[in-house]
């Protein structure tokens, strides 16, 4: 029977300097990624609404609604931008009950114990948001190459779309990221998902908002989504742009400026108790 | 002990949460490589204690190292030289028990190599080689703890904090738990643990420091605290309450406690010769027994033997 602890000195294991350098950081911030990748390939549910939430938006939107609503083009082509921001935006909202699930069930507290800078634990899950929903957008838009999307982007436009698709993943998982912290159980943190799967109905995504009545319209012309998504079906689809890429950026900048330090806030109340 | 300063120290602590006063100045002193029980009922201040003490929670007063580190200055320096198992188990529950222990080696900084073998190796000694290939949300309660308890000595800090480490599991898991924390102390660390159980605290520990309402009310060794309290209880139960007073009369009232129904008393007594000698006094003078027991002393004997009430009334008085 060996003892359970050896007797080797435990400096040996420990680093001299407990505060977190540059190095360590970077190193702590892949293995917490990697956990957040873990989760992210474990939690079926999620994955299997990732993968299934597309296709079915695709066929219901393409198929069943599509004959019916009159845009001006091919539905097909003014409906995938929408989908792919709906299906990015609900994918980062995954990452509230990431969150609250860190910070409900005392995992929290052991990642605390560590030599490691606390808001890494945050971090590793921005980034698996990132790629898990850049992942999930490759998919979309394979897809509907498949069911008859036709973009006519140049490899520049395309690059700009992904550039803008990405910073909307960040914005949205940031906010989640927040309603995480606030959030007292996964329940609550699942209910927010729904929230912003709801946002892009009321937006320019599935139809234009000229059709809508004037309170839904005033709504939906001034929520971000509008901005983002005429963005990318500009670049994708060379539809007129204007003044909505500045928009787009700034409401997403200025969403993060907010909420990146309110969270750092709220996660340091949450982690002093 | 030597002139090494104790591995844990704590004078005064107080904390609030809101306005009830979890603890209203603790002191505590744990000498290197002791084990101090820190026994008490729900709601003591056991948790907070230790959630101070680790680093986990500012208190609101006083001061406390920890490996000579102060808790509040330097937590860092404590962090790396403690290890805690909470009392509920924080560990990831959709990794496996092995992704778990090597997880947390990588953020101890060890090599890939060096935290497989660490978790190996503890996954080894605390039996869960099986289940470490499984999701830790597939675990029974007990395997939780041993895995939390492996976490907390991947990086092998000399200094262990447990909170409640057998509440809540079966008295075989208990047993297991028990030959680990054994195996653990021979290993020469020290230790604090909480718990409610007098049994455990006297199973595993050098000292015992009773904590009531925030406040530590006795500190002894653990035959200084059954020494209080006699090594075993007898529980009679009468047919009213006219023969329990009659009963108490003859055995006479210091030395018993009177329970809630008003028909059953319990006292201290020491091996079978007592209880002839107060059953033989009762008969004697005419008392019916209906019922007795002989039962090992349990906290709330422990906090009559203290402060002379039940543990709910108490005020915390030092007895
Ligand atoms: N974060 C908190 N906010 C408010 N009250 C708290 C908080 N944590 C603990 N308390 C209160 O402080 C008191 C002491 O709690 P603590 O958890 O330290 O007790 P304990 O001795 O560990 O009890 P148990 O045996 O039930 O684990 C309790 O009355 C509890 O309700
Ligand atoms: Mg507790």
């Known amino acids: ?273 | 002990m030597t002139e090494s300063p104790p591995a844990i120290e704590a004078s005064g602590l107080r904390k609030s949460f809101g306005k009830t006063e979890v603890l209203k100045g603790v002191d505590l002193v744990v000498e290197r490589g002791a084990v101090l029980a820190l026994l008490g009922p729900n709601g003591a201040g056991k948790t907070t204690a230790v959630r101070i003490l680790s680093t986990l929670l500012p208190a609101d007063g006083g001061v406390a190292t920890v490996g000579g580190h102060d808790v509040s200055r330097a937590p860092n320096e404590v962090r790396s030289v403690v290890g805690i198992a909470g009392q509920y188990a924080t560990v990831d529950e959709i990794l496996t028990g092995h992704e778990n222990l090597v997880m947390i080696g990588r953020l101890y900084h060890l090599g890939k190599s060096a935290a497989r073998q660490r978790a190996d190796e503890l996954l080894e000694q605390f039996d869960l080689v099986e289940a470490g290939k499984r999701p830790v949300k597939t675990y029974s309660g007990g395997m939780r703890r041993r895995l939390d308890l492996a976490a907390s000595l991947i990086a092998k800090p000399p200094i262990i904090f447990l909170d409640e480490p057998t509440t809540g599991l079966d008295p075989r898991s208990r047993q297991s738990m028990w030959n680990v924390i054994r195996e653990l102390v021979e290993s020469g660390i020290t230790l604090l643990l909480t718990t409610q159980y007098l049994e455990e605290a006297d199973q595993l520990a050098d000292r015992v420091a009773v904590i009531d309402h925030g406040r530590i009310i006795a500190e002894g060794t653990p035959a200084d605290l059954k020494s209080t309290i006699g090594n075993e209880r007898l529980e009679l139960e009468f047919a009213g309450s006219a023969e329990l007073t009659a009963a108490a009369g003859v055995i006479g009232v210091d030395t018993i406690r009177r329970h809630e129904p008003d028909t059953k008393l319990s006292l201290a007594v020491d091996g079978p010769d007592d209880v002839r000698q107060i059953l033989t006094a009762l008969d004697a003078a005419g008392v019916k027994v209906a019922d007795l027991a002989l039962l090992k002393p349990t906290l709330d004997d422990v906090f009559f033997s203290l402060t002379g009430t039940i543990q709910d009334d108490a005020e915390g008085n030092a007895a």
Request: proline letters at 5%.
């Open chain 1, 1 to 273: 029977m060996t003892a359970i602890i050896d007797q080797a000195p435990a400096h040996k294991i420990r680093r001299h300097n407990p505060r977190p350098r540059l190095r360590w950081a970077v190193s702590d911030a892949l293995v917490l990624v990697g956990r957040g990748m873990r989760h992210t390939i474990r939690n079926l549910d999620a994955l299997f609404m990732s993968v299934f939430l597309p296709i079915m938006l695709l066929v219901l939107f393409v198929y069943v609604f599509g004959g019916a609503i009159e845009v001006g083009t091919e539905y097909i082509n003014y409906v995938v931008p929408g989908i792919i921001l709906l299906c990015a935006g609900f994918g980062a909202a995954v990452t509230a009950v990431n969150v609250t699930n860190d910070m409900a069930t005392g995992v929290i507290d052991r990642f605390r114990t560590l030599p490691i800078a606390n808001w890494i634990v945050v971090f590793g899950h921005v980034v698996a948001s990132m790629a898990r929903n850049l992942f999930a957008t490759g998919l979309v838009i394979s897809l509907a190459l498949v069911m008859g999307f036709r973009p006519t982007g140049s490899v520049l436009d395309w690059l700009g779309a992904v550039g803008v698709i990405a910073l909307f993943i960040l914005t949205m998982t940031w906010v989640s990221v927040m309603f995480g912290l606030i959030a007292k159980s996964p329940d609550a943190a699942s209910g927010f998902t729904f929230f912003i799967l709801f946002l892009p109905y009321v937006s320019s995504a599935f139809v234009p908002t000229d059709t809508m009545p004037s309170v839904l319209h005033g709504f939906a012309e001034h929520q971000p989504i509008t901005p983002i998504i005429e963005t990318v079906r500009g670049l994708l689809m060379g539809t007129p742009i204007g003044n909505n890429a500045w928009l787009a950026v700034a409401w997403c900048v200025g969403i993060l400026v907010i909420v990146v330090p309110v969270s750092g806030q709220l996660f340091r109340r949450r982690t002093s108790r």
